[in-house]
């Protein structure tokens, strides 16, 4: 007890921690984002979706679980919840589609995936993977290369860039927290856009290939073949051999003390990049100004004239004004419906307490009418007012019986043409052997007194249903039949005993 007590009640103390704490400001205005796959996309796209929720971390939910959902219910979430964009991967028969949308109502562009590859094919082909969990605490460093065109969806796709990643503050920014960079590469020569996905590693520079391992690596290198400490220093010269491959224009000096090994301030360090992964190659098909629809403001494929601009805006014009119609018309037959429910329900409890009435009042009803005050007219208006009835009753129905006699001889004058027999005017009165027929068919028997009821005899107790071999069968201490193998080993061992 001690142990499940102790248990509830560590996991409910964190529970309450965690609801407790309140997130700062400015992860609160941070841009938020769901990734999504819809429809059947295969494995291979359903892995890019993870990996690029990986891109997009700590602002993403990593572990959204969209089956069943729909574009319009992630929109309906994404207020309540902080979310601001929304990164759709659709697969076709044709290619991979990537759609990236503004909650809640847009603009959406629609890239079209050329090529792709995963990060773990990328990560497999570095000789040295840098993965480490902290690269994932903070949002990357977007970078835009060559997004400086005056084409309209240029603009807005490097707008729509901008908004997704967070941004980030220069005077309050902290190195350690710079772990990732993520580039979007637009290429003018075929309108493509290359995408890429790097981890941040800086490294010192100035100082010799020994002292470098001596300073960056934890482990003490191996000196068993040196004859002196200097030579392990000066052996490798001030240079070594990935610095000389270094980019000058990659040397920076650090403002803030940064997490790695021989990295000082004020000390020159060269800035290196790792890829991570995954690898995409875009192009931009079509940009729309609604939520994953709405007007087209560029396609690449499609181009139309005014005039088919036009006409194409005033049928979605007269469609949304049917919609809206529609659920107005919607929303009063229900409001309609509800009163006319609430009327009911008080109908229902009016006619429920007027049931309930006591019977003082009923007799003070009778009393007023005149009933109650004579006794012998209680007694004399029923006896007469039945007498009447029964009588009027009688002779009326004689008198139906004769006119449905006279209606059926006069059809079977009309229709056969002669005059009816004794037979046809028995049936048509109801009388005789048919009414007599049918009576003893439909008349159920009875059982009498002392019978057993009906369908006991078909029935069958539970002690015949065994047959008299059966309870007869030689059977173990637990009461279970013995095989017949098993019986004669016994006989057998009994006899040889006697």
Not at 145 to 171: C, D, I, R, Y
Not at 440 to 450: E, I, L, Q
Not at 453 to 473: H, L, Q, Y
Request: charged share 30%.
């Amino acid at each position: 007890m001690g142990k499940k007590g102790r248990g509830k009640k560590g996991k409910t103390r964190r529970n309450n921690e965690a609801s407790k704490t309140l997130e700062p400001e400015e992860l609160k205005r941070a841009a938020h984002s769901f990734v999504v796959s819809r429809g059947r996309t295969g494995k291979y796209v359903s892995q890019l979706v993870m990996n690029f929720r990986k891109v997009m971390e700590p602002f993403t939910a990593s572990q959204l679980k969209t089956k069943g959902t729909t574009v319009r219910d992630l929109a309906s979430v994404a207020g309540p919840l902080g979310v601001t964009h929304l990164c759709l991967f659709t697969r076709s028969q044709i290619a991979t589609y990537m759609k990236l949308a503004k909650f809640p109502r847009g603009p959406t562009i629609t890239f079209r995936v050329l090529d792709y590859t995963l990060s773990r094919d990328v990560l497999h082909s570095l000789k040295r993977m840098v993965t480490y969990s902290k690269q994932f605490l903070h949002g990357p460093l977007l970078i835009l290369n060559n997004f400086s065109g005056a084409e309209q969806h240029l603009q807005l796709t490097a707008t729509m860039l901008q908004n997704m990643f967070p941004v980030l503050n220069v005077h309050k920014l902290k190195l350690n927290t710079l772990r990732r960079a993520v580039l979007f590469s637009y290429n003018s020569s075929d309108g493509t856009i290359d995408f890429r996905h790097y981890t941040v590693k800086v490294v010192p520079v100035g100082i010799s290939r020994g002292v470098k391992k001596l300073v960056t690596r934890p482990a003490v290198p191996n000196m068993g073949r040196l004859q002196d400490m200097a030579d392990f220093v000066v052996k490798a010269g001030y240079m070594s051999e990935s610095e000389g491959e270094d980019d000058p224009s990659s040397h920076v000096e650090l403002a803030q003390p940064v997490r790695s090994r021989g990295n000082m301030v004020n000390a020159r360090s060269a800035i290196r990049l790792i890829e991570l992964g995954p690898r995409l190659t875009l192009q931009v098909i079509k940009a729309q100004s609604g939520l994953v629809g709405g007007e087209v403001l560029f396609h690449q494929l499609v181009t139309k004239t005014e005039e088919e601009i036009e006409a194409t805006r005033l049928r979605r014009e007269q469609r949304e004004q049917l919609k809206a119609r529609r659920r107005a018309e919607q929303q009063s037959n229900v409001e309609r419906m509800k009163r006319a429910m609430a009327a009911a329900a008080a109908t229902n409890s009016g006619s429920s307490d007027s049931e309930g009435e006591p019977e003082e009042d009923a007799a003070a009803s009778d009393a007023e009418e005149g009933l109650g005050d004579d006794p012998a007219a209680e007694t004399a208006k029923p006896s007469t007012t039945g007498g009447d009835s029964e009588g009027s009753g009688t002779e009326e129905g004689d008198d139906d019986g004769e006119e449905d006699d006279d209606d059926d001889a006069e059809w079977y004058r009309k229709e056969v043409g002669q005059e009816p027999d004794e037979e046809f005017r028995s049936l048509a009165s109801g009388s005789g052997g048919a009414s007599r027929s049918v009576t003893k068919r439909y008349t159920k028997k009875r059982p009498g007194p002392g019978e057993p009821p009906r369908g006991a005899k078909r029935g069958r107790r539970e002690e015949d249903k065994t047959s008299a071999a059966e309870r007869w069968k030689p059977r173990n201490k637990r009461g279970r039949p013995i095989s017949g193998t098993k019986v004669r080993r016994k006989q057998t061992a009994g006899a040889g005993r006697r």
